[in-house]
């Protein structure tokens, strides 16, 4: 399978702090992708880097990208409670059009 | 922009109906839509892609003749699970791609499915 496996399962801090979330892949890839989604909703797409990137951001989200480790991480600074939710990576490969999704990461601020 | 909707957004059904699940991308064309499916609190376990005006390549496992897909237009796909069961309850969720070249995907909110 070529689905990716997050860590950890679930994440639990108070709000101001870090979140790290790590997501790790099998295949080589063209892009990762980090998706949010609240609970019974869809998915929210919150940050695309790319293969030949090492590193990206957006506001209070910091993604890095490892190819030779074949894993990325996303770090939400100073969290906030309507940070709460799960969080999946997702990547595209050469040759294909669809996403392969991570396991993701429940998190949960508590104010 | 990019913005994905999907109808309905739950949906009751007795076992051996039909239900049809619509995905429309609102504001873009979508080449390409993917279909999803999630259980609780598990990742999505993508089901088929459909590519509009062709016939949709569905994912190992997952039975053509029971998950009916049709992509008839650039701005419209639809789902329907056939003859439903009980097991078929989930959430199911339909993204969009646009753009050639573009990577990112648009998800719609999704549908929740209870088959009684």
């Known amino acids: 399978s070529q689905q990716g496996e997050e860590d950890p399962q679930a994440l639990s801090i108070q709000e101001g702090e870090n979140a790290t979330m790590n997501c790790s892949y099998k295949?080589?890839?063209?892009?990762l992708q980090w998706y949010r989604q609240n609970s019974g909703r869809g998915l929210v797409h919150l940050i695309l880097i790319r293969s030949n990137e090492r590193e990206k951001h957006s506001g209070r989200l910091r993604v890095t990208l490892d190819t030779s480790k074949k894993s990325s991480s996303l770090l939400i600074t100073a969290s906030r409670a309507a940070d709460t939710a799960s969080y999946f990576c997702a990547t595209g490969v050469s040759g294909a059009n669809n996403l392969f999704f991570g396991t993701g990461t429940r998190l949960t601020v508590i104010p | 922009g990019a913005v994905v909707s999907q109808h309905p957004s739950w949906v009751i059904c007795k076992s051996g109906t039909s239900v049809k699940i619509e995905c429309r991308s609102l504001d873009f064309q979508a080449t390409t839509m993917f279909w999803y499916r999630q259980f609780p609190k598990q990742s999505l376990m993508l089901m088929a892609t459909s590519n509009e005006g062709s016939k949709a390549t569905y994912e190992q496992g997952v039975e053509k003749d029971k998950f009916l897909i049709n992509h008839a237009s650039l701005t419209l796909s639809t789902l329907t699970v056939t003859s439903a069961h009980p097991e078929d309850s989930s959430f199911y969720i339909c993204?969009?791609?646009?753009?050639?070249?573009?990577?990112?995907?648009?998800f719609g909110p999704g549908t929740r499915l209870t088959v009684t």
């Open positions: 295949t080589s890839i063209n892009n």
């Open positions: 993204s969009a791609r646009g753009l050639a070249g573009k990577y990112e995907q648009y």
